[in-house]
């Protein structure tokens, strides 16, 4: 037996339990899944939560010491199954993968892989990306006389951020997009009327971050930029630092670079139709109170006939951001009214969609380097039938309609 595995009181810590403290010390806000062959183990309160949230057993390593350390493990192979328990009862959880050859004489090394959180659970498994339709992101910050809203979209990747003079004015902003995850900085999260918005009225999932990064040199150095007028971020302060720790906060957690967010832009909401959050609870447009479903009886739920999850996410997105400029809408209506027109086509594009995979979720695993071979195939047979689609319309679709797809390009 390795000497990792060799049993000790709770005065002389073995050295892999050694690499498991310091690891903890590291993530203390996150349960910590600590490789041990072909397990994840978690001791001490981890143990706890663990046996609490997932119904395991608990034992213990050292169960002859006056005090033995508790412990909980699940098979490594079963992470798919509980990895998701813990992140939904709102627990960050640490993933410790062993980096050195285990048959090796000496002690294996372990290192956090990763931090997976509710709006990052998806880059995990296909499977779990289904059943998500919104994945946003979002940081706030305050100075005291402004809010700074940043808004990540962890699906398509788009990145905005906002200010605000009032709380009650972001809050609808939450409302709206119902992000996965909400990142206070820490004087905030010491504010007990906004966390008690958030996670009682919105059932949100709340964590702090303190920030080590100047906020500005951080995002010039992000993007390799001078200044940042180009995102429109000239003297737009608290914008910037709500940016800047959203930032700071992903890179830590998921340990790999994050280049791909390639784009920020301050936003305005001025494009859309302001819809109030009684507006958008009366009319029943994502969320029925009766039925106590974002699914069942919504204006949502009637529109779906979607084929691909990338679509339903726009649509979802589309009813609590109405249009307001007429061009927009009518374009939009233009291109319905096309495909309404030619039944035939519509069925044959249909059936080339129902073989779409979610591109986003896929290109994003495939830049964190959390892909795996499936996600090639599926990305392949994706592509192949969207350019089917394109032969489609552009054989058997009319001239307008072959146009206004050019456009919206």
Do not use: C
């Not at 810590?13 to 996150?30: C, F, G, I, V, W």
């Not at 509980?82 to 993968?97: G, H």
């Not at 930029?225 to 180009?230: E, P």
């Not at 914008?239 to 800047?244: E, F, P, R, V």
């Amino acid at each position: 037996m390795q000497e990792e595995e060799k049993q000790t009181s709770n005065e002389v810590l073995t050295p892999a339990m050694r690499q498991y403290k310091e690891l903890k010390e590291k993530y203390s806000d996150a349960i910590l899944f600590f490789r041990m062959w072909d397990f994840y183990e978690m001791f001490w309160e981890d143990a706890l939560i663990a046996h609490n949230v997932l119904g395991i057993a608990i034992t213990s390593r050292n169960k002859n010491a006056k005090n033995p350390d508790l412990l909980a493990w699940i098979p490594y192979h079963a992470k798919e199954k509980y990895l998701p328990k813990l992140v939904e009862a709102w627990y960050k959880v640490a993933v410790a993968e062993q980096v050195s050859d285990p048959k090796l004489k000496w002690i294996v090394e372990r290192e956090v892989q990763r931090v997976v959180t509710p709006a990052t659970l998806y880059l995990e498994w296909e499977e779990y990306a289904k059943e998500n339709i919104s994945n946003y992101i979002i940081s706030i910050v305050y100075d005291e006389t402004k809010y700074g809203l940043s808004i990540l979209d962890f699906w398509t990747n788009k990145w905005v951020t906002a200010e605000f003079d009032t709380f009650e004015k972001l809050s609808l902003q939450i409302y709206k997009i119902s992000p996965k995850e909400v990142i206070l900085e820490k004087k905030l999260f010491s504010d007990e009327s906004i966390k008690e918005l958030l996670s009682k009225k919105y059932s949100l999932n709340i964590y702090y971050f303190e920030w080590e990064k100047e906020s500005k040199e951080k995002l010039l150095s992000h993007f390799w930029v001078k200044n940042l007028s180009w995102f429109g971020l000239d003297w737009k302060l608290m914008a910037i630092k709500a940016s800047s720790l959203l930032l700071e906060y992903l890179e830590l957690n998921q340990k790999s670079s994050l280049d791909f967010l390639q784009s920020l832009s301050y936003e305005t909401f001025s494009n859309y139709l302001d819809l109030d959050e009684s507006t958008i609870r009366n009319l029943d447009l994502i969320y029925n109170f009766a039925t106590k479903s974002h699914k069942v009886w919504t204006l949502f739920w009637v529109l779906d006939d979607t084929k691909t999850a990338m679509w339903t996410r726009y649509l979802r997105e589309a009813i609590l951001k109405p249009l307001q400029s007429k061009e927009e809408i009518d374009s939009r209506l233009d291109m319905v009214e096309e495909f309404l027109n030619n039944p035939v086509l519509l069925d044959k594009v249909q059936n080339h969609l129902k073989y779409v995979s979610d591109i986003d979720a896929i290109l994003n695993r495939l830049a964190l380097n959390r892909s795996w071979p499936k996600d090639l195939l599926n990305l392949k047979k994706s592509l192949e039938e969207i350019l089917e689609v394109f032969k489609l319309i552009e054989q058997e679709g009319s001239e307008k309609l072959r146009k206004l797809l050019v456009d919206s390009e």
